[in-house]
């Protein structure tokens, strides 16, 4: 077979492709012109909305830090006069507390003294008791020696009037048996 076929075949085609290549050539670098300017302008455009948003959200954030900066502020300032009334509140109650707690204490030493001074009482009143106790124990113990002593006494004079002779009955006749 031919060789030269393997050969001209090839550039045959490769003619055609550089035929159509370089007609399409300024064509394509036209397309490309316009797409890279189109580009070009969507770019601006783009660049130019987002310089627009950029400072629109910059004076929005501005704004929005301002207010932030307005409402902490006042926060701070509530949070300041709430914990002066606070303290303020507690100062008053502590201040009270501590006016109870002397009336109190002062209380709770009159109440000591006089539960002092009852203790003594009910001991002195104890002690009185015991001795009147003791004295009536004793008065007692006198009046049942004396009640013995009159029985002893008693006694003592029926049995010496049992054995004397004038107190002695006579002896009873003898009895007749007949």
Same mark, same amino acid.
């Given at each position: 077979?031919?060789?030269?076929?393997?050969?001209?075949?090839?550039?045959?085609?490769?003619?055609?492709?550089?035929?159509?290549?370089?007609?399409?050539? *300024? @064509?394509?670098? /036209? #397309? %490309?012109? =316009?797409?890279?300017?189109?580009?070009? &302008?969507?770019?601006?455009? !783009?660049?130019?909305?987002?310089?627009? *948003? @950029?400072?629109? /959200? #910059? %004076?929005? =954030?501005?704004?929005?830090?301002?207010? &932030?900066?307005?409402?902490? !502020?006042?926060?701070?300032?509530?949070?300041?006069?709430?914990?002066?009334? %606070?303290? =303020?509140?507690?100062?008053?109650?502590?201040?009270?507390?501590?006016?109870?707690?002397?009336?109190?204490?002062?209380?709770?030493?009159?109440?000591?003294?006089?539960?002092?001074?009852?203790?003594?009482?009910?001991?002195?009143?104890?002690?009185?008791?015991?001795?009147?106790?003791?004295?009536?124990?004793?008065?007692?113990?006198?009046?049942?020696?004396?009640?013995?002593?009159?029985?002893?006494?008693?006694?003592?004079?029926?049995?010496?009037?049992?054995?004397?002779?004038?107190?002695?009955?006579?002896?009873?006749?003898?009895?007749?048996?007949?």
């Amino acid at each position: 077979m031919k060789k030269w076929l393997y050969v001209l075949f090839p550039c045959a085609l490769l003619g055609i492709f550089l035929f159509y290549y370089f007609a399409s050539r *300024a @064509e394509t670098q /036209a #397309r %490309e012109t =316009a797409h890279k300017e189109q580009v070009a &302008r969507e770019t601006a455009d !783009a660049n130019q909305k987002k310089a627009i *948003a @950029e400072a629109k /959200a #910059r %004076e929005d =954030a501005d704004r929005r830090n301002t207010e &932030r900066q307005a409402e902490e !502020a006042k926060a701070a300032k509530d949070k300041e006069d709430k914990y002066n009334n %606070e303290m =303020a509140r507690i100062k008053a109650e502590t201040d009270k507390a501590n006016a109870s707690a002397a009336q109190f204490a002062k209380q709770v030493s009159e109440l000591t003294i006089e539960l002092e001074n009852l203790h003594k009482q009910k001991d002195t009143m104890t002690r009185e008791a015991f001795e009147l106790s003791k004295k009536i124990e004793l008065a007692e113990v006198a009046r049942h020696n004396a009640e013995m002593e009159i029985q002893r006494y008693t006694q003592m004079i029926a049995n010496r009037a049992d054995q004397s002779l004038m107190a002695k009955m006579p002896p009873p006749p003898p009895k007749d048996n007949s």
